[in-house]
T-cell receptor, first 113, second 109 residues
Framework: SQTIHQWPATLVQPVGSPLSLECTVE??????LYWYRQAAGRGLQLLFY??????ISSEVPQNLSASRPQDRQFILSSKKLLLSDSGFYLC????????????FGNGTRLTVT | GQNIDQPTEMTATEGAIVQINCTYQ??????LFWYQQHAGEAPTFLSY??LDGLEEKGRFSSFLSRSKGYSYLLLKELQMKDSASYLC??????????WGAGTKLIIKP
């Protein structure tokens, strides 16, 4: 079966520190991968998506970046966090087929202090 | 432009029925998804509609009218565990999801 793992679950980081969130998918090959952010009480904001290794599309210009070093690994990074980077970060993958629903990891709650 | 509207919050009684509406205007349409999200957790997939009509899955049903740009999620025999946010999302012509802000459903005993 297809599963997605995302870590850490919670993170408290000071302003200006770096960030690395990791997501891995099992049970599928060449999935479309996504990073979303959800501010408190708000909708989902697509940050990055990837259709293959090394292929990253950025939806929102900001101080975050994403990388896909392996087929089933997706990493969200920042060199210097801002207070506004606080939020709930969700990794997701789409199953095979154009109309496949997204399946989300458990999320990382990031608080920048 | 692209727009998805859902009520911000709804309240219903345990055992009752509730209908959560979603209206949309998007560039192209390749289907509509409903997700459930409990507080502090990730969204989980509930249903997918691409053709007009009603899709039933146990206590949950989802309806779509493409000509009206309208969908609803119907929850029957409400249980306390149904207290959550319900997200409507449209897959546009590029097969990307456009998300509504979600409807927070509060169930009272």
């Amino acid at each position: 079966s297809q599963t997605i793992h995302q870590w850490p679950a919670t993170l408290v980081q000071p302003v200006g520190s770096p960030l690395s969130l990791e997501c891995t998918v099992e049970g599928t090959s060449n999935p479309n991968l996504y990073w979303y952010r959800q501010a408190a009480g708000r909708g989902l904001q697509l940050l990055f998506y990837s259709v293959g290794i090394g292929q990253i599309s950025s939806e929102v210009p900001q101080n975050l970046s994403a990388s896909r070093p392996q087929d089933r690994q997706f990493i969200l990074s920042s060199k210097k966090l801002l207070l506004s980077d606080s939020g709930f970060y969700l990794c997701a993958f789409a199953g095979t087929g154009d109309h496949s629903p997204l399946h989300f990891g458990n999320g990382t709650r990031l608080t920048v202090t | 432009g692209q727009n998805i509207d859902q009520p911000t919050e709804m309240t219903a009684t345990e055992g009752a029925i509730v209908q959560i509406n979603c209206t949309y205007q998007t560039s192209g349409f390749n289907g509509l998804f409903w997700y459930q999200q409990h507080a502090g957790e990730a969204p989980t997939f509930l249903s997918y509609n691409v053709l007009d009509g009603l899709e039933e899955k146990g206590r949950f049903s989802s309806f779509l009218s493409r000509s009206k740009g309208y969908s609803y999620l119907l929850l029957k025999e409400l249980q306390m565990k149904d207290s959550a946010s319900y997200l409507c999302a449209i897959m546009d012509s590029n097969y990307q999801l456009i998300w509504g802000a979600g409807t927070k459903l509060i169930i009272k005993p």
